[in-house]
């Protein structure tokens, strides 16, 4: 994997960005590379039912246009996400940031991504700085895996967007995630869009970057 990865980077030029998709349907991962390259990268994981080839659709316009790679892994079956998952996308995200030298990395999540986002970017700290989810819970079943960090300098900080709209995840479950998540004193931002149903909300793509970006 780490080859592919390195083969994709050294063939990179300046002409054209690109979307890759490496081994077969389950499982595999898709990457995209913008067309001038930096050293920042957004690890995007799917919801269930969804495949990493259509779903990093969602970033490559912003992508593109403010020079993040992207990565999205496919969960092994196709239905969800399960805990074989959980160490080859840390696989992926490793050689990922190895191969393209990257410095900033945002781990970005919807629906059951969003679970699985806050369960790495929490258990798996060094290797992210920040995690963003659309509808990301961390009180489900999922969440008893979580291990919450008791020095401040690793607890990263966490962008929780919810619709008021979403029928799926009502929006009370949403903030009651919030008040859990402050009660581990992790530094939460959280927004609530007015218009926004059960999906990845495109529209505030740029915002998230934007608050990604004034991070330290």
Same mark, same amino acid.
């Given at each position: ?115 699985? &986002? ?11 700085? &920040? ?35 979403? &029928? ?5 479950? &949403? ?42």
């Amino acid at each position: 994997m780490r080859y592919l990865f390195l083969a994709l980077f050294l063939s990179t030029t300046l002409w054209a960005s690109s979307i890759e998709e490496y081994g077969v349907n389950s499982g595999n991962f898709v990457v995209f590379v913008p067309t001038v390259t930096s050293n920042k990268l957004i690890v995007a994981l799917h919801g269930s039912g969804e495949r990493a080839n259509n779903f990093i659709q969602n970033w490559t316009k912003e992508a593109e246009a403010r020079h993040y790679f992207v990565v999205a892994p496919n969960s092994t079956d196709p239905n969800g996400w399960s805990g074989e998952d959980m160490n080859r996308i840390m696989k992926i995200v490793a050689t990922a940031q190895s191969a393209y030298g990257i410095k900033k990395t945002l781990l970005s999540g919807a629906s059951s991504g969003g679970q699985v &986002a806050l369960l790495l970017g929490i258990n798996e700290f060094p290797y992210f700085n &920040a995690v963003q989810t659309f509808m990301g819970l961390a009180i489900t079943e999922m969440g008893k895996y979580i291990q919450y960090q008791s020095e401040k300098k690793n607890r990263r900080p966490i962008l929780l967007i919810h619709g008021v709209k979403d &029928a799926m995840i009502p929006i009370k479950y &949403a903030r009651m995630n919030r008040d859990f998540l402050k009660s581990k004193h992790y530094p939460i931002t959280y927004w609530e869009e007015p218009n926004m149903v059960h999906e990845n909300y495109r529209q505030d793509n740029n915002k998230i970057l934007d608050w990604f970006e004034r991070l330290r």
